[in-house]
Protein backbone atom coordinates (compact mmCIF):
# COMPACT_ATOMS: atom_id res chain seq x y z
CA UNK A 1 0.00 0.00 0.00
CA UNK A 2 2.72 2.52 0.96
CA UNK A 3 4.94 1.60 -1.88
CA UNK A 4 1.52 1.86 -4.71
CA UNK A 5 1.17 5.68 -2.87
CA UNK A 6 4.78 6.51 -3.37
CA UNK A 7 4.44 5.50 -6.75
CA UNK A 8 1.50 7.63 -7.61
CA UNK A 9 2.93 10.19 -5.77
CA UNK A 10 6.39 10.25 -7.61
CA UNK A 11 4.63 9.78 -10.82
CA UNK A 12 2.64 12.75 -9.92
CA UNK A 13 6.00 14.80 -9.28
CA UNK A 14 7.60 13.09 -12.55
CA UNK A 15 4.80 14.17 -14.66
CA UNK A 16 5.22 17.97 -14.13
CA UNK A 17 9.00 17.55 -14.67
CA UNK A 18 8.03 15.65 -18.28
CA UNK A 19 5.46 18.46 -18.56
CA UNK A 20 7.53 21.77 -18.18
CA UNK A 21 9.57 19.60 -21.08
CA UNK A 22 7.32 19.19 -22.70
CA UNK A 23 6.07 22.46 -22.72
CA UNK A 24 8.53 23.88 -23.97
CA UNK A 25 10.40 22.37 -26.70
CA UNK A 26 6.83 20.34 -27.88
CA UNK A 27 3.95 22.63 -27.60
CA UNK A 28 6.31 25.44 -28.24
CA UNK A 29 7.80 23.63 -30.57
CA UNK A 30 7.10 21.76 -33.32
CA UNK A 31 3.38 20.73 -31.30
CA UNK A 32 2.71 24.66 -31.80
CA UNK A 33 -0.45 23.44 -34.23
CA UNK A 34 -2.14 22.25 -31.70
CA UNK A 35 -1.18 24.37 -28.27
CA UNK A 36 -1.39 27.71 -30.84
CA UNK A 37 -5.07 27.85 -29.76
CA UNK A 38 -4.01 27.97 -25.92
CA UNK A 39 -2.48 31.79 -26.70
CA UNK A 40 -5.11 33.00 -28.77
CA UNK A 41 -8.81 33.99 -27.57
CA UNK A 42 -10.95 30.93 -27.10
CA UNK A 43 -14.38 30.89 -28.45
CA UNK A 44 -16.41 28.16 -26.92
CA UNK A 45 -15.63 25.69 -24.20
CA UNK A 46 -13.05 23.73 -25.98
CA UNK A 47 -9.50 24.46 -27.62
CA UNK A 48 -7.30 22.11 -29.75
CA UNK A 49 -4.73 22.82 -27.29
CA UNK A 50 -7.35 20.60 -25.62
CA UNK A 51 -6.50 17.32 -27.29
CA UNK A 52 -3.04 17.31 -25.41
CA UNK A 53 -5.41 15.89 -22.49
CA UNK A 54 -7.13 13.60 -24.29
CA UNK A 55 -3.69 11.84 -25.25
CA UNK A 56 -2.72 11.92 -21.85
CA UNK A 57 -5.56 10.34 -20.93
CA UNK A 58 -5.51 7.80 -22.76
CA UNK A 59 -2.03 6.68 -21.77
CA UNK A 60 -3.61 6.85 -18.26
CA UNK A 61 -6.12 4.45 -19.28
CA UNK A 62 -4.05 1.89 -20.95
CA UNK A 63 -1.54 1.76 -18.29
CA UNK A 64 -4.38 1.61 -15.49
CA UNK A 65 -5.76 -1.13 -17.37
CA UNK A 66 -2.82 -3.19 -18.38
CA UNK A 67 -1.75 -2.96 -14.82
CA UNK A 68 -5.01 -4.03 -13.71
CA UNK A 69 -4.15 -7.28 -15.99
CA UNK A 70 -1.68 -7.77 -13.93
CA UNK A 71 1.52 -5.38 -15.17
CA UNK A 72 2.45 -3.81 -11.58
CA UNK A 73 2.99 -0.85 -11.25
CA UNK A 74 1.19 0.39 -14.00
CA UNK A 75 -2.08 1.38 -12.51
CA UNK A 76 -0.41 3.06 -10.12
CA UNK A 77 1.53 4.62 -12.49
CA UNK A 78 -1.82 5.61 -14.59
CA UNK A 79 -3.67 6.61 -11.20
CA UNK A 80 -0.63 9.11 -10.72
CA UNK A 81 -0.98 10.31 -14.56
CA UNK A 82 -4.48 10.72 -13.48
CA UNK A 83 -3.97 12.41 -10.43
CA UNK A 84 -1.95 14.98 -12.34
CA UNK A 85 -4.04 15.76 -14.91
CA UNK A 86 -7.06 16.21 -11.98
CA UNK A 87 -4.33 18.92 -10.43
CA UNK A 88 -4.06 20.54 -13.96
CA UNK A 89 -7.25 20.87 -14.91
CA UNK A 90 -8.25 22.43 -11.15
CA UNK A 91 -4.99 25.06 -11.17
CA UNK A 92 -4.67 25.66 -15.18
CA UNK A 93 -7.91 25.61 -16.34
CA UNK A 94 -9.74 26.37 -13.44
CA UNK A 95 -7.90 29.02 -11.52
CA UNK A 96 -5.76 30.45 -14.51
CA UNK A 97 -7.80 30.07 -17.28
CA UNK A 98 -11.29 30.31 -15.43
CA UNK A 99 -13.02 27.51 -17.44
CA UNK A 100 -14.97 27.03 -14.47
CA UNK A 101 -18.60 28.51 -14.18
CA UNK A 102 -17.08 30.98 -11.08
CA UNK A 103 -14.13 33.17 -11.03
CA UNK A 104 -11.19 33.09 -8.38
CA UNK A 105 -8.44 35.34 -8.42
CA UNK A 106 -5.97 34.56 -5.85
CA UNK A 107 -4.81 36.84 -3.52
CA UNK A 108 -1.81 35.31 -1.78
CA UNK A 109 0.75 32.51 -1.23
CA UNK A 110 1.18 29.80 -3.86
CA UNK A 111 -2.19 30.13 -5.78
CA UNK A 112 -1.60 34.19 -6.54
CA UNK A 113 2.30 33.17 -7.57
CA UNK A 114 1.66 30.07 -9.84
CA UNK A 115 -1.90 32.40 -11.23
CA UNK A 116 1.14 35.35 -11.95
CA UNK A 117 3.60 33.07 -12.90
CA UNK A 118 1.08 31.29 -15.91
CA UNK A 119 -0.19 35.31 -16.61
CA UNK A 120 3.58 35.96 -17.48
CA UNK A 121 3.66 32.52 -19.55
CA UNK A 122 1.16 34.82 -21.64
CA UNK A 123 2.79 38.01 -21.29
CA UNK A 124 3.81 37.31 -24.96
CA UNK A 125 2.51 36.79 -28.69
CA UNK A 126 3.48 33.55 -30.44
CA UNK A 127 5.40 30.61 -29.47
CA UNK A 128 8.54 32.02 -28.74
CA UNK A 129 10.63 34.24 -25.94
CA UNK A 130 8.06 32.58 -23.31
CA UNK A 131 9.32 31.96 -19.87
CA UNK A 132 7.49 29.94 -17.04
CA UNK A 133 6.58 26.40 -18.83
CA UNK A 134 5.70 24.70 -15.39
CA UNK A 135 1.75 23.67 -14.75
CA UNK A 136 1.75 23.15 -10.82
CA UNK A 137 5.69 24.45 -10.07
CA UNK A 138 5.79 28.52 -10.48
CA UNK A 139 8.78 29.99 -10.47
CA UNK A 140 9.12 33.24 -8.20
CA UNK A 141 7.25 36.04 -9.82
CA UNK A 142 10.36 38.17 -9.99
CA UNK A 143 12.60 36.18 -11.41
CA UNK A 144 9.96 35.79 -14.11
CA UNK A 145 9.92 39.42 -15.07
CA UNK A 146 13.84 39.37 -15.01
CA UNK A 147 13.65 36.50 -17.79
CA UNK A 148 11.05 38.68 -19.77
CA UNK A 149 13.06 41.75 -19.59
CA UNK A 150 16.45 39.88 -20.48
CA UNK A 151 14.60 38.04 -23.44
CA UNK A 152 12.80 41.35 -24.98
CA UNK A 153 14.95 43.87 -23.87
CA UNK A 154 11.69 45.66 -21.57
CA UNK A 155 8.48 44.90 -21.69
CA UNK A 156 7.02 42.63 -24.45
CA UNK A 157 4.03 42.96 -26.64
CA UNK A 158 1.03 42.81 -25.89
CA UNK A 159 -0.55 39.26 -26.26
CA UNK A 160 -3.85 38.67 -27.57
CA UNK A 161 -6.91 38.74 -24.92
CA UNK A 162 -7.22 34.85 -23.68
CA UNK A 163 -8.81 33.88 -20.35
CA UNK A 164 -5.29 34.20 -18.61
CA UNK A 165 -4.30 37.66 -19.45
CA UNK A 166 -7.15 39.89 -20.37
CA UNK A 167 -7.74 43.39 -19.30
CA UNK A 168 -10.04 42.49 -16.08
CA UNK A 169 -7.09 40.40 -14.65
CA UNK A 170 -4.85 43.54 -14.46
CA UNK A 171 -6.75 45.30 -11.66
CA UNK A 172 -8.95 42.79 -9.99
CA UNK A 173 -12.20 44.91 -8.45
CA UNK A 174 -12.54 44.43 -4.92
CA UNK A 175 -15.53 41.74 -5.36
CA UNK A 176 -15.86 38.50 -3.68
CA UNK A 177 -13.70 35.62 -5.19
CA UNK A 178 -16.10 33.40 -5.35
CA UNK A 179 -18.35 35.28 -7.52
CA UNK A 180 -20.40 33.18 -9.62
CA UNK A 181 -20.92 34.00 -13.12
Known amino acids: ?27 HGFGWGWHRSHHEPRTGWFEKNDLYAVVFAGVAIALIWFGTEGIWPLQWIGAGMTAYGALYFVAHDGL ?21 AHRMHHAIEGKDGAVSFGFLYAPPVATLKRQLQAIHGGAPRKPH ?15 PANRAH
Open 1 to 27: MLLNTLIVVATVVFMEIFSIVAHKYIM
Open 161 to 175: PDAATDAQDEAPSPQ
Open 96 to 116: VHRRWPFHVVPRSGYAKRLYQ
